[in-house]
C-alpha cells in the first residue's frame, strides 16, 4: 500500500512538472542547408514580403545569397566580396550592401543583377536605411585602411551618390539605429565601449558611455518609450540606455557575442540572437525589459523577424560535420 502511495504521488509530480513546463515560443518549420557556406560568419538579412524573397549577406561565404521566403529554398547566389549591411530600396527595385573588401557600397537589382558600385571608405559595415528621406546610411573607415577614424556616408536612394558624410572618433562601429522624428542616429562605437550620437541637422557627434557597455554590436531603438537596446559581449548583456541622456537603465543577461536584433512591435518582443542561442525580452509600455528566455537551440548570430509572418530567420553556422542552413521559426 505504501510502495503504491509512493508511485501514485512520484506520478502526480510528474504531471504537474509537465503541466508546468512551458511550450517553446519557436516552432521549426525549415531547415534549408547551404553547402557552399565555410565555417565562419552570414551578416546581415532584408526581407521583400511582396516578393517572397529573402536576401542574406554570407560575409564568409563572399556571396550574396536570396531564398524563398515562405518555404526558405535557396533561388540564386552571386560572387559578393564579404557582403555586410543589406537594405532593399522596394520603390526602384534595387539591393545596396556594404561590400567589406572593396570599400563600396554595391547595388543590385532584385533578382541579384549588378547596378552600380559606389565608393564609400575601407571596411564598410553596419547600415540603417531611411525610407522616408530615401537614405541609406552605411559606416567605413574614414579613408584607407589605415584611417584611425570612422565615418558614417549618406547614400541618396535616387542619385545612387553620397550626398553627406559624419566623422565619428572611432575605429569599429558596428549596429547602427536611426531617431526619424529626433533626427539623430546612433551607433555602437565597438572599441571605445560607447554609443555614437550623430545629429543630422547639424552633424555634431557626441559620445555616450553607458555604465556596463562592453564591445557593443547590435542596437535597437524604441521611439515611444526612448530606450534603445544594446548587445554587449564578454560577457553578453544587454543594456538598456536612456536615448535621451545617454544612462544606462538596465543590465540583463544575454546570450553571447549578439550580433542581431529584431524587434516585434505588436507584441513587444526583442531578440537578441548569438553564439549561445536566441534571447528573448518583453518590454513594457515605458521600455523596461524583462528577460523571457535564452533558448540554446536557437544558435546563430544571424538572424531576422518578420512581423508580417510571425517568423524568425535564422542563418545557422556552419560547425565541424555540421553544414550551414537557413532555419525559419514560426512564433507563438
Known amino acids: 500500500m505504501k510502495k503504491l502511495l509512493l508511485l501514485s504521488l512520484g506520478m502526480a509530480l510528474l504531471q504537474g512538472t509537465a503541466a508546468l513546463a512551458a511550450p517553446s515560443p519557436y516552432r521549426l518549420l525549415s531547415t534549408t ?3 557552399a557556406m565555410p565555417e565562419g560568419d552570414w551578416d546581415q538579412l532584408v526581407a521583400d514580403v511582396t516578393a517572397n524573397r529573402l536576401y542574406v549577406a554570407a560575409e564568409d561565404g563572399d556571396a550574396m545569397d536570396m531564398f524563398d521566403l515562405t518555404s526558405g529554398a535557396l533561388l ?3 560572387p559578393a566580396s564579404s557582403p555586410h549591411k543589406a537594405v532593399l530600396d522596394k520603390a526602384r527595385g534595387h539591393l545596396l550592401f556594404a561590400n567589406g573588401k572593396d570599400g ?3 547595388v543590385l537589382t532584385a533578382d541579384l543583377q549588378p547596378v552600380k558600385t559606389i565608393p564609400v571608405g575601407a571596411k564598410p559595415d553596419t547600415g540603417v536605411l531611411d525610407s522616408a528621406a530615401r537614405i541609406f546610411y552605411v559606416s567605413s573607415r574614414d579613408g584607407d585602411a589605415n584611417a584611425t577614424g570612422s565615418r558614417i556616408s549618406a547614400i541618396s536612394l535616387d542619385t545612387l551618390e553620397v550626398v553627406r558624410s559624419f566623422q565619428v572618433p572611432a575605429l569599429v562601429l558596428k549596429g547602427l539605429a536611426i531617431d526619424t522624428a529626433g533626427k539623430r542616429l546612433f551607433v555602437s562605437m565597438r572599441d571605445k565601449d ?3 550620437v550623430v545629429q543630422l541637422d547639424s552633424g555634431a557627434v557626441s559620445t555616450w558611455r553607458p555604465e556596463g557597455l562592453r564591445k557593443s554590436v547590435p542596437l535597437a531603438f524604441d521611439a515611444g518609450s526612448q530606450r534603445l537596446y544594446a548587445g554587449s559581449r564578454e560577457p553578453g548583456r544587454l543594456t538598456v540606455i536612456d536615448a535621451r541622456s545617454g544612462r544606462t537603465l538596465q543590465s540583463l543577461p544575454a546570450t553571447e557575442t549578439a550580433d542581431s536584433v529584431s524587434f516585434d512591435h505588436e507584441k513587444r518582443i526583442l531578440y537578441f540572437s548569438g553564439d549561445t542561442g536566441m534571447s528573448r525580452y518583453q518590454l ?3 521600455g523596461a525589459a ?6 540554446p537551440a536557437l544558435v546563430g548570430k544571424t538572424s ?3 512581423g508580417k509572418l510571425h517568423r524568425l530567420y535564422v542563418m545557422r553556422p556552419k560547425k ?3 553544414v550551414a542552413a537557413l532555419q525559419i521559426f514560426e512564433t507563438r
Request: proline share 7%; aromatic share 4%; glycine share 8%.
Open 33 to 35: 542547408p547551404v553547402p
Open 76 to 78: 540564386k547566389s552571386v
Open 104 to 106: 563600396t557600397v554595391e
Open 194 to 196: 560607447a554609443i555614437g
Open 284 to 286: 513594457a509600455a515605458d
Open 290 to 295: 524583462r528577460l523571457l528566455e535564452t533558448d
Open 304 to 306: 531576422l523577424y518578420v
Open 320 to 322: 565541424g560535420a555540421q
